[in-house]
């Protein structure tokens, strides 16, 4: 571990630095900074495109490549320099306009004759919302799609395989910690695939809004500049060919409504995940799962003998840590004092902490995953010695056959009594039922007892 990570005050930047790298070009400094030198200059590009803004002409197929490299090839570099200019202004967007403008008047020859007439129309009508609400939702989209989902959709493909491994293995249910019907292992697992799938969409499905309508969303300085020109369409056909979906009434900012709808899809897809490792977790102590041993992996520092579920509990942390912030964002990015308060600044800075402390309960639910096998033998011992499940079965067909007060017979044989295999098919034998339905029931094992678990699980 370098110096630097030994020295991080954030985890995720020490301890799980290696990670999240796939998060750090995205919502670090310098994405950010980055992201907004991308839309500075899509705005420029599509102002010289509006044939109503007579002043600044149509670039060049050249002029319009040297301006797309600029956002395209953007370094650490070229980041160190804008937040350099920022030492001087005070002022971090501004900072990228002005680094915007130094690097174009620089250019010489004919694109440079082309490029500097234009450097005033950079940043122009815009506020620094403007250009930071686009900003945040290139950077959300481009976390969303390239990191976040593709985790998820790996953690739920190894959940996926293992409820189609184990569709058939019955396991004694529990409710309320008490034993209750069977099911499979198999189906258990299926029902979190299922209910991630659902949160996968709709994260997937959150419209990423932005806006570009100037100090306090009313145009008020494009149309005292270019009366003649729409604005609103022009503002929402360039912000659409970002990818983003324009939000035509706002006040200065962008209401980050959207940003709050894709942390609590986020937080509740971690909610289930939560659910699995506490379950998981619980199954390792039951003894049905084992853990495959890692050579020189320590479980405990005074007893030898234990192979901990660090994973899951490792997953369990992040993603509280992760869901503490995405409530958060969701109560308050919502809310600006009227036209505009800053508050909202520096918690969008905190996005990426959230995503990257999910990421990392992504890959430690993934590791612990991969390290799980099945104890087979314990899950059928476990059924073998719970045959009071079956008093479900047994009481359900006598109520189908019209005999006598079925409920009530099997829990006075049942509830709070030890009941055994020879106990219980006495008790069958003893029903008044026809002789397949009996001979049904005679045949039936607390392990034989799980619907259509399997079937379910299989169908995932």
């Known amino acids: 571990m370098s110096e630097s990570a030994l020295l991080a005050l954030s985890p995720l930047d020490g301890r799980y630095a290696a990670k999240v790298d796939a998060l750090r070009p995205i919502f670090s400094e310098y994405g950010l900074i980055k992201a907004r030198v991308k839309v500075e200059v899509e705005w420029l590009l599509a102002l010289a495109d509006e044939p109503g803004i007579v002043e600044l002409p149509k670039f060049s197929e050249d002029a319009a490549l040297r301006l797309r490299a600029l956002a395209d090839g953007f370094s650490t570099a070229h980041a160190a320099r ?6 001087t202004t005070n002022h971090d967007v501004k900072a990228v306009e002005y680094f915007i403008k130094e690097q174009l008047k620089d250019d010489a020859g004919d694109l440079g004759s082309e490029l500097g007439p234009a450097l005033e129309f950079v940043h122009f009508a815009c506020t620094s919302e403007d250009i930071n609400n686009l900003s945040y939702a290139l950077m959300l989209e481009q976390a969303r799609s390239n990191v976040l989902l593709p985790a998820l959709d790996q953690v739920i493909a190894q959940l996926r395989a293992l409820a189609h491994a184990q569709a058939s293995q019955p396991m004694l249910s529990r409710t309320h910690g008490q034993t209750a019907s069977p099911t499979t292992l198999g189906k258990e697992i299926a029902n979190v695939v299922a209910r991630l799938q659902r949160q996968r969409s709709q994260i997937a499905a959150v419209e990423l809004t932005g806006k570009s309508n100037g100090a306090v969303g009313n145009y008020n300085a494009h149309v005292i500049a270019y009366p003649e020109v729409d604005w609103p369409a022009f503002t929402q056909a360039f912000i659409g060919r970002l990818g983003i979906v324009f939000n035509p009434y706002t006040t200065q900012i962008e209401p980050h409504d959207n940003v709050a709808e894709i942390g609590d899809a986020t937080r509740r897809a971690n909610i289930i995940l939560i659910d699995l490792a506490r379950d998981i977790w619980g199954y390792i102590s039951l ?24 994973d899951f509990e490792n997953a369990e942390g992040n993603l509280g840590l992760a869901n503490a912030l995405f409530e958060h964002f969701s109560a308050k990015l919502p809310i600006s004092r009227w036209q505009r308060d800053l508050t909202d600044s520096t918690v969008l800075r905190a996005l990426g902490t959230a995503f990257g402390h999910t990421l990392v309960a992504l890959d430690s639910l993934g590791k612990g995953l991969a390290k799980l096998s099945v104890a087979p033998e314990k899950l059928d ?17 006598m109520r189908r056959h019209g005999l006598p007060s079925p409920y009530e017979q099997l829990k006075a044989l049942t509830r709070g009594q030890g009941i055994t295999e020879q106990s219980m098919r006495q008790f069958i034998g003893s029903l008044e039922l026809p002789a397949d339905a009996k001979q049904r029931l005679l045949d039936l094992t607390p392990g034989s007892y799980t619907g259509l678990a399997g079937t379910l699980a299989a169908d995932i």
């Not at 479980?299 to 901990?308: D, Q, R, W, Y």
């Not at 476990?382 to 047994?394: F, P, S």
């Open 287 to 310: 003894g049905y799962f084992k853990q495959t041993l890692k050579e020189g992996e320590v479980g405990s520092s005074t007893m030898p003998h234990k192979v901990n579920p660090i």
């Open 82 to 87: 804008v937040k350099e200019i920022e030492r």
């Open 381 to 397: 011992a476990d059924l073998d010695g719970a045959w009071e499940v079956l008093a479900e079965a047994v009481q359900t067909v």
